[in-house]
């Protein structure tokens, strides 16, 4: 069974610091994304990676950088939280080329106050 | 650029009800359709999808049809039950962007 991981359900940040988000797949997919969802915005994508240490920019990329140094981990960085990021973080993979078939995790609430 | 409009949401059914969730599109060239589902407390899943017009997805008892001349591919089951209660995406993947895009998601609670 396909799975994705993200470290921690819950978190709380004050602003101005540096949070990490991380994000495990254990299917071998090329792809991972991260995107954030909020109500009535639905999920815009932050940043996405299609190979080890290759990145791009989503929508909506001010604010956060990326890291993936192996397949299987992505992680998202906020050099410096500020309560405009308190959102629900969501990481997905995918197989190419059909990256339109993505595998979720359960997402990380983070809030930031 | 693509986007993808839901009907606003809570949408509130009692079981065994007629469900209906409408989506709409904007893009450029012959995007695929989707449509996944969020449970509570869980991530996003595939639910169907369509890849051409006319193509009917289905899943679960759930159906959509692509319909190319009205740019919709709205979410139908004919008898809802509690457990469907979640949140549901409309999604759209053009190739040019190699990127999905999602609709707001519309949130479905059944009653018994």
């Known amino acids: 069974d396909v799975k994705v991981t993200q470290s921690s359900r819950y978190l709380v940040k004050r602003t101005g610091e540096k949070v990490f988000l991380e994000c495990v797949q254990d299917m071998d997919h090329e792809n991972m994304f991260w995107y954030r969802q909020d109500p009535g915005l639905g999920l815009r994508l932050i940043y996405f990676s299609y190979d080890v240490k290759m990145k791009e920019k989503g929508d909506i990329p001010e604010g956060y950088s990326v890291s993936r140094e192996k397949k299987e981990r992505f992680s998202l960085i906020l050099e410096s939280a500020s309560t405009n990021q308190t959102s629900m973080y969501l990481c997905?993979?995918?197989?190419?080329?059909?990256?339109?078939?993505?595998?979720f995790g359960p997402g990380t609430r983070l809030t930031v106050t | 650029g693509d986007s993808v409009t839901q009907m606003e949401g809570p949408v509130t059914l009692s079981e065994e009800a007629f469900l209906t969730i409408n989506c709409t599109y904007t893009?450029?060239?012959?995007?695929?359709l989707f449509w996944y589902v969020q449970y509570p407390g869980e991530g996003l899943q595939l639910l169907l999808k369509a890849t051409k017009a006319d193509d009917k997805g289905s899943n679960k008892g759930f159906e959509a049809t692509y319909r190319k001349e009205t740019t919709s591919f709205h979410l139908e089951k004919g008898s809802v039950q509690v457990s469907d209660s979640a949140v549901y995406f409309c999604?759209?993947?053009?190739?040019?962007?190699?990127?999905?895009?999602f609709g707001g998601g519309t949130r479905l609670m059944v009653k018994p």
């Open positions: 997905a993979s995918s197989a190419l080329p059909q990256s339109y078939e993505q595998y």
């Open positions: 999604a759209l993947y053009n190739n040019a962007g190699n990127m999905l895009t």
């Open positions: 893009a450029t060239g012959y995007p695929s």
